[in-house]
């Protein structure tokens, strides 16, 4: 039986199409995905991502052992309310979820992970907990819901809904959080625009969500998450990567610190052996047709595969993001398999839409 | 939703008006285009081919999924819908009014496996 968010008899009220996501009943649409997705480049929309799971760790080993635990470097992280996104690998050098790391101090963070992989990182976390003999309790808080805000007005809109948030949240920067009241507020998102990554109690929930369409945040589902997220180029956990691919094969080296010799974490030995074998670049399809994952794909330099791939409402064409060999570069002319057929499609850059503006 | 009485329906959620040149003109049902969402891409087949009962001739493309569109009947193609091509969306706004192909049946070729609508909605549950 699927699980239900918070929110689940608010979408089922508003005539949501429900799909099963991860185990999750979720909004994929309350009426039409494009909208939705024009809603969060112009204005301001809201997505209901309950389903994804916060984690807080706390312990006078939280920092060593998050060093240890995850690819990206916590040790970065010096302003309260800070947030790092990184990859947690196997020792294979595979990614076994991608995540954020909120630093609240230096013994105390908040980690939040897919929905799809949260039971499987729980466990992974607290056997690594104890295999390490680390002085660190992990708590795990479904007991909280998330709803992610996000456009061009979604800062300002959410200040008009929750009275008293601006002052708290108004000076925040991109990639940080703060406490207000039982609200965890964070200028984070999954769509290429400003707005606020909300974490509240659960039985805060509805009304939050019904104050905030109330002050014209249109409700969105995960359809139009998912093409926001592909024109931001931002990487989605089974599609474009999964314990297979290595970060670095998967348009994420960003993401691996390797500064501090002295850090080992896991799966650090296997990325430095192995080095990049791919790289993820950009396809616009310049042929009539929609590009989709794991379509195979025909460059100057070997074969590859798209590794999600979309109508972009925002360019109007069908984009994707593809897991190429090494040497193809933006500008490069490639063909793609489409149902048997070969289609022209070009190589950019794996973003294409930030902050409402095309850049391809 | 509603299923107009004076068409007839497949099970794979096309329908069929039968003209008075014994024509049959193929669209989506409603349903179909809900289920789809925002309809983004069609690929329809030429006039002059030649098509089997149940081969798959078209596609249709949402933002989120690409689905084949299937003959009705053995037939011939004498016209698709240019105009649909051009304005997917219009399969959204009104799925009856948004045809996508016309077939000439073949000789003797079957239309009793049709649904009439009251079976095509008992098919949808």
């Known amino acids: 039986m699927a699980q239900h968010t918070p929110l689940y008899a608010t979408h089922v009220a508003a005539g949501a199409r429900m799909v099963d996501f991860a185990g999750w009943d979720m909004p994929v649409n309350y009426g039409s995905q494009i909208e939705e997705h024009h809603a969060v480049r112009r204005d301001a929309g809201m997505f209901d991502v309950s389903h994804m799971l916060a984690l807080d760790l706390a312990g006078a080993d939280a920092k060593a052992f998050l060093r240890g635990l995850i690819a990206n470097d916590v040790a970065k992280l010096v302003e309260p309310g800070k947030a790092l996104y990184s990859c947690m690998l196997n020792p294979d050098g595979g990614v076994i979820d991608d995540l954020i790391v909120y630093f609240l101090s230096d013994t105390s963070y908040r980690i939040v992970v897919n929905a799809g992989t949260a039971d499987k990182d729980v466990a992974w976390i607290q056997q690594r907990l104890a295999s390490t003999g680390t002085q660190a309790t992990l708590t795990v808080r479904r007991d909280l819901a998330m709803i992610a805000v996000q456009g061009p007005n979604a800062r300002t809109k959410t200040w008009a809904a929750i009275p008293g948030s601006e002052a708290a949240s108004n000076t925040l920067k991109p990639f940080q959080a703060a406490a207000f009241g039982d609200f965890f507020i964070a200028r984070t998102g999954y769509t290429g625009e400003d707005g606020f990554e909300l974490t509240l109690p659960s039985e805060q929930a509805a009304a939050t969500w019904n104050t905030l369409a109330a002050a014209g945040v249109a409700p969105c589902g995960l359809g139009a998450r998912d093409t926001l997220r592909l024109e931001a180029g931002m990487a989605l956990y089974g599609n474009d990567m999964d314990e297979s691919v290595s970060p670095l094969d998967a348009g994420l080296a960003w993401t691996v610190d390797l500064k501090d010799p002295n850090r080992d974490f896991v799966g650090k030995a296997a990325l430095v052996a192995n080095g990049a074998r791919r790289q993820v670049l950009g396809l616009v399809l310049e042929d009539k047709g929609v590009l989709r994952s794991h379509q195979k794909v025909f460059t100057a330099q070997g074969e590859g595969e798209t590794t999600s791939g979309t109508f972009s409402p925002t360019l109007e064409k069908s984009i994707a993001m593809a897991r190429l060999p090494l040497g193809v570069a933006p500008g490069d002319s490639v063909e793609v398999d489409i149902r048997g057929k070969r289609l022209k499609a070009r190589v950019v850059k794996a973003s294409f839409v930030r902050n409402g503006k095309g850049l391809i | ?125």
């Open chain 2, 1 to 125: 939703m509603t299923t107009p009485t004076d068409l007839r329906y497949t099970a794979s959620h096309e329908w069929v008006r039968t003209e008075s040149d014994g024509s049959l003109t193929v669209g989506v049902t409603d349903h179909a285009q809900e289920a789809l969402g925002d309809v983004v891409f069609l690929e329809l087949p030429e006039a002059g081919r030649v098509v089997a009962a149940g081969e798959a001739i078209a596609v249709i493309e949402s933002v989120k999924a690409a689905s084949d569109i299937y003959a009705p009947v053995a037939g011939e193609i004498i016209a698709s819908n240019e105009a649909a091509v051009d304005a997917p969306e219009s399969v959204n706004a009104d799925a009856y009014a948004a045809w996508l192909f016309k077939i000439k049946p073949a000789d003797g070729a079957d239309t009793g496996a049709l649904l009439d609508a009251a079976g095509y909605e008992a098919a949808i549950g």
